[in-house]
């Protein structure tokens, strides 16, 4: 096997980079989307929930209470261009563009890059059902605020570095 | 060369470039495992069956011999948690002899005090899953846990989905309120994220199956 395989400390999760979260307070690589949530620009108690699928670039905005967005019609709102720069911002351009498995087609990926590189054909437009399953990702990451706090050692935390182990 | 502290002994740098007896085999051992629960055990191929088997001899002079033994061959298909459990005890124990041999080859070298001279009271593993107030710790969670890791040795790393890996969200939900269960919640919640991130895995992709196993 080679080393990385046989490292008890392998790096699996890049660090995430440090990022504002005031428009976009949650953005994630999963379940086959870069999904997230984006604070609404006019009204402060409302949210959009935002996704694009790997592959297809399929697309879907709407409010936490599956309001549809008005901006997503046949082609990506800002919430959603918010989201992709934000994931830039946590991900590396890099890694944000092979998990949606844009083609780069030329120079450095960027999120002018990946954005151009989505929007070539133009996009479907999906249904608004992934809100809910977000939206509860974007909570139970809310909820590690509320564990009690506790000043005991946690040495666990040392198989997950928060920066980069030398292999 | 001359060790820093007063003490002013020599540290015997020869000694640490010798072989160890065994410790090959010993890590041979662990690596077969680990490259069977790349496939999972679900259904196990010969080259899996032979990696189980090569665990279980690595210990066949030990109290688990039979234990390990019997879950080796049960392991094709019909394994039970306990038969897991006894697996990794196992493994456990076989990297366990790989530490305890590398140490001894380091306090040889260096002439200090080895761990087993600080006193094994520094190891605060058995106290995982109690509760503060001594109470039973919460078996069902525990229980539930313990599922969920044998599911994935089943199912294997190549074999994941996004179902069966967030399966642990709830019973880490569940688990990370309770301080005397955030240490246990912590290596769950941080494992499953790494194999959200990895899945589903393409044939390809590399897998970190030493890390993972530990895990």
Redesign the interface.
């Known amino acids: 096997m080679p080393d990385w395989e046989k490292s008890s400390t392998a790096r699996v999760i890049p660090p995430a980079r440090p990022r504002k979260l005031a428009k976009v307070p949650f953005v994630e690589l999963a379940d086959g989307r870069l999904q997230g949530v984006v604070s609404s620009g006019s009204d402060i108690g409302r949210v959009y929930v935002s996704s694009v699928a790997a592959g297809a670039y399929t697309f879907a905005c709407s409010t936490n209470n599956n309001r549809p967005c008005g901006g997503a019609r046949g082609s990506f709102c800002h919430h959603i261009l918010a989201l992709i720069n934000e994931a830039v911002l946590q991900y590396g351009a890099e890694r944000v563009a092979r998990y949606l498995r844009v083609e780069i087609a030329a120079g450095e990926p960027s999120t002018q890059a990946i954005i151009a590189g989505m929007s070539a054909t133009p996009p479907p437009q999906g249904h608004t059902g992934a809100a809910a399953p977000v939206f509860s990702r974007f909570l139970r990451h809310l909820a590690y605020l509320e564990l009690a706090p506790t000043t005991a050692p946690l040495p666990e935390m040392q198989w997950f570095p928060p920066t980069p182990v030398v292999a | 060369m001359v060790s820093a502290d007063s003490c002013g002994g020599l540290m015997r740098a020869d000694l640490l470039a010798g072989t160890i007896a065994g410790l090959d085999d010993a890590l041979a051992a662990v ?1 077969a495992f ?2 069977v629960l790349v496939a999972g055990l679900f259904r196990p191929q010969p080259a899996q069956a032979a990696g189980l088997t090569q665990l279980a001899h690595a210990v066949a002079g030990t109290p688990l011999a039979s234990r390990v033994a019997e879950a080796a061959e049960k392991a094709a298909g019909a394994a039970g948690e306990d038969h897991f459990v006894a697996l990794a005890a196992a493994r456990t124990a076989v990297l366990g002899s790989v530490h305890d041999a590398l140490m001894t080859q380091v306090t040889a070298a260096t002439g200090r005090p080895g761990p087993a001279e600080i006193g094994p009271a520094e190891i605060g593993a058995a106290e995982i899953g109690t509760s503060p107030g001594g109470g039973p710790p919460a078996a069902n969670l525990l229980q539930a846990g313990r599922c969920w890791l044998s599911d994935l040795a089943r199912s294997g790393w190549r074999g994941l989905d ?1 179902d069966l890996v967030s399966g642990s ?1 709830q019973l880490v ?1 569940a688990m ?2 309770d ?1 005397a269960l ?3 919640a ?2 769950l919640d ?1 494992f499953a ?2 194999l ?3 899945c589903p895995s393409a044939a390809g992709e ?6 993972w196993a ?2």
């Open positions: 690596d680990d490259r996004h969200a939900s990370l309120p301080p955030r240490r246990l912590t290596l941080g994220a790494e959200a991130v990895a590399r897998i970190p199956a030493r890390r530990d895990l």
